[in-house]
């Protein structure tokens, strides 16, 4: 009974380090930090957008025209458009933007690729050394560009990300509770560049980096600005958020579809633990924010499972074993009244927070052995857009 006792409290140790203390003290320490001061505020170097896309015409019409407002000279952008495939009107609306940008190109795939090969082929395709990459819903405020790549002038810097803002919140679905998960990402993230130069990876939606520190992501790979992220760190360069980059994307309001998505999103993490777990042992600022921010989220699922097994079995030990044993079981009976109350137009708000927590660790479970099962293909249906 010792072991598990001892077990049972390191796992509830362990969760509590990574989402409470760990984001409150990166994010309070990070105030006494300066952010890098190494920028360009003229002069902007040549970059190269990239876009992967598949069957995107509800949003590639108005992301380009975001891109049509930027501060960013044209005549310093050349815009790659990778079309996987499409099926619908996406690369007919691309094409008819093709007079309005200086060094633009679409390259159509016939069959499908998946966007970890378009990707690599369209980094293959950039002049330039800063490559901006972007999805086909995210936009684009005026000044995102000039903000992402005014820190390139550090020849430190190997990749920038944006901040990442929501839009189409409703109270019917998760999209709330996701917004403000990710929102309390944001900061983490901006924390750790601020003082290690070691963001936990950037949200994928619209980052830039070094072309010089890319290299080819592994085709079965779902998860790729994580590795990229940890590949850049790797080679010794700084990975940081710009807060002053904003970038605005819908977020997903329904449970199932972004429930599957997380345990995709899991599987891609596990595939990244395998190739950089060396990082956990180099003892310095990105191993802890590795260890801390990553690693015990990805790997609690399973402590948390066996605080709610063994803390069953500690039950007549002492009462606290009882409560902890009814606060992990509690959520799973949650999602009855949670069900019921959706469907006659009542919302708890503060009910779809525990439940957001508790379908997440239960994707990175089933992602663990969706993980061990092998990933074969990268190729996926993206979310649905504007929902």
């Not at 190494?38 to 975001?66: G, M, W």
């Not at 199932?256 to 600022?285: T, Y």
Request: hydrophobic residues 45%; charged residues 20%; aromatic residues 14%.
């Amino acid at each position: 009974m010792l072991i598990i006792e001892i077990i049972l409290w390191l796992g509830i140790g362990l969760m509590i380090h990574s989402y409470v203390i760990y984001p409150k003290m990166v994010q309070y320490f990070a105030r006494f930090r300066k952010t890098n001061e190494l920028t360009y505020s003229d002069d902007f170097p040549h970059i190269s957008i990239i876009i992967p896309a598949h069957n995107e015409e509800k949003v590639i019409r108005q992301k380009l025209e975001t891109l049509l407002q930027t501060n960013f000279e044209f005549d310093h952008i050349q815009l790659l458009i990778g079309a996987d495939n499409c099926q619908d009107e996406t690369c007919d609306i691309i094409r008819s933007y093709e007079s309005k940008f200086p060094d633009m190109k679409l390259i159509e795939f016939k069959e499908r690729q998946g966007k970890i090969n378009i990707v690599n082929a369209l980094v293959q395709e950039a002049k330039h050394e800063i490559i901006v990459m972007t999805d086909a819903n995210v936009l684009f405020e005026a000044k995102t560009l000039s903000e992402l790549v005014k820190h390139f002038k550090n020849p430190k810097i190997g990749l920038v990300d944006s901040r990442m803002e929501h839009f189409g919140l409703k109270e019917t679905g998760i999209s709330l509770v996701e917004n403000g998960y990710i929102s309390n990402e944001v900061q983490t993230k901006y924390a750790e560049g601020k003082i290690w130069g070691a963001m936990m990876g950037p949200f994928g939606g619209c980052f830039a980096f070094r072309k010089a520190c890319f290299e080819p992501i592994p085709s079965h790979f779902l998860v790729d600005d994580f590795y990229l992220n940890m590949l850049i760190l790797q080679k010794g360069y700084l990975c940081i958020n710009e807060q002053n980059a904003r970038v605005y994307e819908d977020v997903s309001n329904e449970s199932w579809v972004e429930f599957k998505r997380k345990i995709r999103i899991s599987a891609g993490n596990f595939q990244n633990l395998r190739q950089f777990w060396p990082m956990l042992l180099r003892f310095d600022g990105i191993s802890y924010a590795f260890f801390s921010h990553k690693f015990l989220r990805w790997i609690l699922p399973f402590f948390m499972l066996f605080i709610w097994v063994g803390s069953s079995f500690l039950i007549h030990e002492h009462s606290v074993y009882s409560i902890i044993n009814a606060l992990f079981t509690l959520p799973l009976a949650l999602f009855i009244p949670d069900y019921l109350g959706k469907k006659i137009g009542v919302h708890f708000k503060w009910l779809r927070y525990i439940l957001h927590f508790t379908s997440m660790n239960i994707a990175l479970f089933l992602g663990f052995f969706k993980f061990l099962g092998g990933v074969k293909s990268s190729i996926w249906e993206p979310t649905k857009r504007l929902q």
